[in-house]
């Protein structure tokens, strides 16, 4: 078994991040009569309405990053933050009320992030694009990536590295298969997803042409559970999607191989025997329990389309379920960014223009929509050329910076790769450098074999 690592690795221990002043207390967020929000109709309903409806006692594990604390279980006196009442605006922040706080009451009139824990769902919210316009979309792009959360991906990382390969070689060797261990790997990843997002992102940006299969599973789980939870949808919701996503292609391993790598067009016998892929892994899970129905029918359905194009059953548009879709849409995505034996990697702006395109026939509109405002102009990973002509990754790429996000060089000193020093190039302009860097051309992940478990490795020596 390969490791994606080496071994070496030894992350810094943990800084203590001390709490800026909360200066980011949202204003009520008052509703003018007739406009509707949340299934409030008239100023009067949202006067009249019970306080249960919007002020919401959770579990501090339940908390997002967007939500508005009201209330905690300890007396206020007794935190760090100078006024009642605050927007949990960093992950810090709600790294300590997890650890100090056995509940919290939230105000979601107040929270740009709509999310309410699963025991509060509305009936018929769940699966849906509501939040499409919401805070939690940018999920990604409010993330960074720090030592804690690069640690954490890397082992969720590796875990989910080791759950695709063995059950590539398990179902390989004809041999029995594991589900409930698969499960167990994408819930534990599902906790820590929200601080890990970048990290994890960053990590689905490694790609080697020997190991397509085993990544493309793992960056459609990645991926497909950082929509999910930008779409604002439900812990349970966030956790099919990942198991929908790292086991979407099972089936494969039960076609002919020299079919499926097959280098030219391949003849209709030969489609057809691809197609098989989609009813071949439905048939292995639809009876294990550890598995739920309706991640079976994403595995079914990935290769639906909305015009009805699509295998197997030639579904259209709303008769294919919403995390099928989800996963549809991660599953093209992946494909294109990668080296395929019969196609070549093409850039994440490439690959979002061809998903662009092609919305609404092949691809489900909204979800298109959705993806390209939960990913942005570029990821975490993405590699870049800047405007002299150097190297570089991106680190971040809030929305705030528009096209200037901020990135490190790369620089080859005797076949060694090196991150060099951060740039900012949002900041460069902002302080009126003369000449200032921009990025001149979005690249395809592993361009001029540029290894990313190699700059991983730069990058969790020095954050
Ligand atoms: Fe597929």
Same mark, same amino acid.
């Given at each position: 078994?390969?490791?994606?690592?080496?071994?070496?690795?030894?992350?810094?221990?943990?800084?203590?991040?001390?709490?800026?002043?909360?200066?980011?207390?949202?204003?009520?967020?008052?509703?003018?009569?007739?406009?509707?929000?949340?299934?409030i109709?008239?100023?009067?309903?949202?006067?009249?309405?019970?306080?249960?409806?919007?002020?919401?006692?959770?579990?501090?594990? &339940?908390?997002?990053?967007?939500?508005?604390?009201?209330?905690?279980?300890?007396?206020?006196?007794?935190?760090?933050?100078?006024?009642?009442?605050?927007?949990?605006?960093?992950?810090?922040?709600?790294?300590?009320?997890?650890?100090?706080?056995?509940?919290?009451?939230? &105000?979601? &009139?107040?929270?740009?992030?709509?999310?309410?824990?699963?025991v509060?769902a509305?009936?018929?919210?769940?699966?849906?694009?509501?939040?499409?316009?919401?805070? @939690?979309?940018?999920?990604?792009?409010?993330?960074?990536?720090?030592?804690?959360?690069?640690?954490?991906?890397?082992?969720?990382?590796?875990?989910? &590295?080791?759950?695709?390969?063995? #059950?590539?070689?398990?179902?390989?060797? +004809?041999?029995?298969?594991?589900?409930?261990?698969?499960?167990?790997? !994408?819930?534990?990843?599902?906790d820590?997803?929200?601080?890990?997002?970048?990290?994890?992102?960053?990590?689905?940006?490694?790609?080697?042409?020997?190991?397509?299969?085993?990544?493309?599973?793992?960056?459609?789980?990645?991926?497909?559970?950082?929509?999910?939870?930008?779409?604002?949808?439900?812990?349970?919701?966030?956790?099919?999607?990942?198991?929908?996503?790292? =086991?979407? +292609? #099972?089936?494969?391993?039960?076609?002919?191989?020299?079919?499926?790598?097959?280098?030219?067009?391949?003849?209709?016998?030969?489609?057809?025997?691809?197609?098989?892929?989609t009813?071949?892994?439905?048939?292995?899970?639809?009876?294990?329990?550890?598995?739920?129905?309706?991640?079976?029918?994403?595995?079914?359905?990935?290769?639906?389309?909305?015009?009805?194009?699509?295998?197997?059953?030639?579904?259209?548009?709303?008769?294919?379920?919403?995390?099928?879709?989800?996963?549809?849409?991660?599953? @093209?995505?992946?494909?294109?960014?990668?080296?395929?034996?019969?196609?070549p990697?093409?850039?994440?702006?490439? @690959?979002?223009?061809?998903?662009?395109?092609?919305?609404?026939?092949?691809?489900?509109?909204?979800?298109?929509?959705?993806?390209?405002?939960?990913?942005?102009?570029?990821t975490?990973?993405?590699?870049?050329?800047?405007?002299?002509?150097?190297?570089? !990754?991106?680190?971040?790429?809030?929305?705030?910076?528009?096209?200037?996000?901020?990135?490190?060089?790369?620089?080859? +000193?005797q076949?060694?790769?090196?991150?060099?020093?951060?740039?900012? =190039?949002?900041?460069?302009? @902002?302080?009126?450098?003369?000449?200032?860097?921009?990025?001149?051309?979005v690249?395809p992940?592993?361009?001029?074999?540029? +290894?990313?478990?190699?700059?991983?490795?730069?990058?969790?020596?020095? !954050?």
């Amino acid at each position: 078994m390969e490791l994606l690592l080496r071994s070496s690795i030894v992350l810094k221990g943990v800084q203590h991040v001390p709490f800026a002043q909360d200066h980011c207390i949202c204003p009520t967020r008052l509703v003018p009569p007739g406009e509707a929000t949340v299934n409030i109709q008239s100023w009067e309903e949202f006067r009249e309405r019970s306080i249960w409806e919007y002020e919401l006692k959770i579990s501090p594990a &339940d908390l997002k990053l967007g939500h508005f604390v009201r209330r905690l279980s300890i007396p206020w006196e007794k935190t760090d933050f100078p006024l009642q009442g605050m927007m949990v605006d960093s992950f810090e922040k709600k790294k300590w009320l997890q650890e100090h706080c056995d509940w919290v009451i939230i &105000d979601l &009139d107040r929270s740009p992030n709509p999310y309410r824990p699963a025991v509060y769902a509305r009936h018929g919210r769940d699966h849906d694009t509501h939040g499409i316009e919401g805070p @939690a979309l940018h999920l990604l792009r409010t993330a960074s990536i720090g030592q804690e959360t690069l640690s954490a991906a890397i082992g969720n990382y590796q875990k989910l &590295d080791q759950q695709a390969e063995s #059950l590539i070689e398990r179902l390989s060797a +004809d041999a029995e298969i594991d589900m409930q261990q698969a499960r167990s790997v !994408v819930d534990e990843m599902a906790d820590g997803l929200e601080e890990n997002l970048a990290a994890l992102v960053w990590l689905s940006r490694i790609k080697q042409r020997d190991r397509y299969t085993a990544q493309h599973c793992i960056n459609v789980a990645i991926l497909s559970m950082g929509m999910a939870a930008s779409l604002g949808w439900g812990r349970r919701e966030v956790e099919m999607a990942g198991l929908a996503g790292l =086991l979407h +292609d #099972l089936g494969k391993m039960r076609v002919d191989k020299e079919v499926l790598n097959k280098n030219g067009r391949l003849t209709s016998d030969e489609y057809e025997q691809v197609k098989r892929h989609t009813t071949l892994g439905y048939d292995m899970l639809r009876n294990e329990k550890a598995i739920p129905e309706e991640v079976a029918r994403a595995v079914l359905g990935h290769h639906e389309r909305p015009d009805g194009a699509g295998y197997p059953q030639g579904l259209t548009g709303e008769q294919i379920a919403p995390l099928t879709r989800v996963i549809s849409i991660i599953d @093209a995505y992946d494909a294109i960014t990668s080296h395929r034996v019969y196609d070549p990697a093409r850039s994440h702006h490439q @690959a979002l223009g061809i998903l662009w395109k092609n919305r609404g026939s092949q691809f489900d509109r909204k979800f298109v929509e959705c993806l390209t405002s939960f990913m942005g102009w570029v990821t975490p990973g993405t590699l870049v050329r800047l405007s002299n002509d150097d190297l570089a !990754v991106v680190m971040e790429s809030p929305s705030i910076r528009g096209f200037l996000p901020l990135v490190r060089t790369i620089r080859q +000193d005797q076949g060694e790769l090196h991150l060099g020093p951060e740039l900012d =190039l949002a900041g460069q302009r @902002a302080a009126g450098v003369s000449n200032p860097l921009r990025v001149s051309e979005v690249l395809p992940d592993s361009y001029a074999d540029i +290894d990313m478990r190699e700059l991983t490795v730069q990058l969790s020596r020095q !954050v």
